[in-house]
């Protein structure tokens, strides 16, 4: 019987897996050993949970992780120069001898360095042999190799997506916000005049002017995977930059995927079912999947029925659906639409003391239960597809209702946009959809505060590692420097913290010291509470509030409760 040939394994295969994954060729874990003597394996001992999927390196705590591609280890390029944190950045871009083979294999089983310098002791030694070692030297030639589409020396590519269906004014409106921020910020690159430009970016030539295209998708989701494949032919992008969609943008993540194109904080009410287990893709807030985990958390071991009226579209039917996947069996669970008025308002009425109500209603629906009271022991009503705290609820419902809201409480969600509200106003825009227009703004800003601190370093997954890392850190520098420009005051006028109750204008004073006070109890500076991402997390903001309405008028009756699921 002849012998049967064993197919040579691909080097470049083997090493993603031990880079990837801490998996070895014959699928056994890989194991590693810490210089204190502590033990690793699998998935923990991977070069990646230090090193990150760009070979690019990262800080932990006081320790700067170096970067490890082919170019900054073995060169044949220009110098690999990364900045992550000002403490670090010198000792992470210090020039060194290129590895040989042998310098290679012994950083990686001794944990020493060229010339037999010892590593930091969280550099794991690992007892690979000598064809292991070759294919991880391999994959590791691969990471962040070329720069990614869309970047040349002295531009950036980015691209807008928005889906049909929405209303020309809201638009307008968010592309007027985007466009007119982009020109602000290519005006700058080009004059310098408003921005010192750091030594680091100055030297390198680092700073690009943002090109903005719009992609208009058109016709049924189904259609939209050759639409965004076909425009990434046509002219490539580093990424996309915000968008805009009223339900639907599973298509657009995939793409993404795919593609391998950063997909950065669009404006949608629903997200992709896998959102939080993409690579690309980052998200402000888990919309109305979120607010279907709140309440299933408030429910708790609730046992009495739970009534769901959902609004025909994709994003309520979204929202239903999340909330029976969180609460689970065990309880009973109707879902009724609201095209027949008098079914739904028949279905309420039969709701009793132990039995809750769910409203997954656009504004319209909401308002067209007009008539309807209930006996439910608690209504909750989805902010995400109702509105804002001002949403008219009839008041047959509103006794015991509860909105929930994504966004951050009132007072200090209005701190929050102060600034964005006074460059609308410096702009002309009007506030349309000030959410909407309020996330485009925050995400432009980060994007660009993103790619300069990635230098020349502008590789995808690059992008996505630097925004985990720097998001909570770049809101807390946007609300200090927020605070800092209110208590200095307008110029040739008194810093805030000097204004006192016996000024000319006390009531105007005291108003003040109030909005001061907004501003530093604050969270942030979007529409949402707190924004922070961690590594492989891709949902920004974690949770919810719970809002009581009031029963007697428009409004909430305040105190607001944050909850996480």
């Not at 907004?518 to 509030?545: D, N, W």
């Amino acid at each position: 019987m002849a012998a049967v040939a064993t197919p040579a394994l691909d080097p470049v295969a083997v090493g993603a897996g031990i880079y990837e994954r801490g998996e070895l060729p014959s699928k056994a874990p890989l194991r590693g050993v810490y210089g204190g003597g502590t033990q690793v394996t699998g998935a923990a001992a991977a070069c990646t949970a230090c090193h990150r999927p760009s070979g690019l390196g990262g800080v932990e705590g006081a320790v700067g992780i170096p970067p490890i591609t082919g170019l900054a280890l073995f060169g044949g390029g220009d110098p690999v120069v990364v900045r992550m944190d000002r403490r670090l950045a010198p000792a992470l871009s210090v020039p060194h001898t290129p590895f040989s083979a042998e310098d290679f294999a012994r950083a990686v089983r001794e944990g020493k360095g060229p010339g037999g310098r010892a590593m930091n002791s969280l550099m794991p030694r690992y007892d690979l042999g000598d064809a292991e070692l070759s294919a991880l030297a391999a994959y590791v030639g691969t990471l962040s190799a070329e720069i990614a589409p869309g970047v040349t020396h002295d531009s950036i590519r980015v691209a807008t997506v928005i889906a049909p269906g929405i209303a020309p004014e809201r638009r307008k409106a968010f592309l007027d916000t985007l466009t007119t921020l982009i020109g602000q910020i290519n005006i700058n690159v080009h004059s310098g005049l408003r921005q010192k430009v750091p030594v680091v970016e100055r030297t390198l030539g680092s700073r690009r002017r943002l090109v903005l295209d719009t992609w208009e998708l058109t016709g049924p989701a189904s259609g939209w995977s050759d639409q965004l494949a076909r425009r990434q032919r046509e002219a490539p992008v580093f990424a996309l930059l915000s968008g805009l969609a009223g339900d639907e943008w599973q298509p657009v993540q995939d793409f993404c995927e795919r593609a391998h194109v950063g997909c950065w904080f669009p404006s949608v009410d629903s997200l992709p079912s896998d959102a939080a287990r993409g690579h690309y893709s980052l998200y402000f807030s888990g919309g109305v999947a979120t607010e279907a985990e709140v309440i299933s958390k408030r429910l708790g071991g609730h046992a009495g029925r739970v009534l769901q009226l959902v609004s025909a579209d994709h994003a309520a039917d979204a929202g239903a659906t999340a909330l029976v996947a969180a609460i689970g069996r065990g309880r009973t669970v109707t879902r009724l639409g609201v095209a027949d008025r008098a079914a739904a308002c028949g279905a309420i009425s039969g709701l009793g003391a132990a039995d809750v109500l769910v409203l997954w209603l656009r504004p319209a629906d909401l308002a067209a239960l007009s008539s309807c009271g209930s006996g439910a022991a608690a209504v909750f009503v989805s902010a995400t597809l109702g509105g804002d705290e001002q949403l008219a609820l009839p008041a047959g419902l509103r006794r015991d209702a509860m909105l929930v809201q994504p966004q951050e409480a009132p007072s200090l969600r209005s701190a929050n946009l102060t600034r964005f509200d006074a460059w609308l106003a410096a702009v002309k825009i009007p506030a349309v959809d000030r959410r909407v227009q309020s996330e485009a703004y925050f995400a432009t800003r980060f994007f660009v505060a993103t790619t300069r601190g990635m230098l020349n370093n502008l590789y995808t997954p690059y992008l996505i590692e630097r925004g985990e890392t720097t998001l909570a850190s770049f809101e807390a520098v946007q609300v200090q420097e927020e605070v800092e420009s209110l208590m200095m005051g307008p110029m040739n006028k008194r810093p805030l913290g000097q204004v006192t109750e016996a000024a000319e204008d006390p009531i105007h004073a005291t108003a003040m010291k109030a909005h001061l006070n907004e501003m530093r109890a604050r969270g942030g500076t979007t529409v949402y509470p707190r924004l922070s991402l961690a590594a492989g997390q891709r949902i920004a903001s974690k949770g919810a509030y719970l809002e009581r309405l009031n029963p007697d008028a428009p409004g909430t009756l305040g105190e607001p409760e944050w909850v996480v699921p």
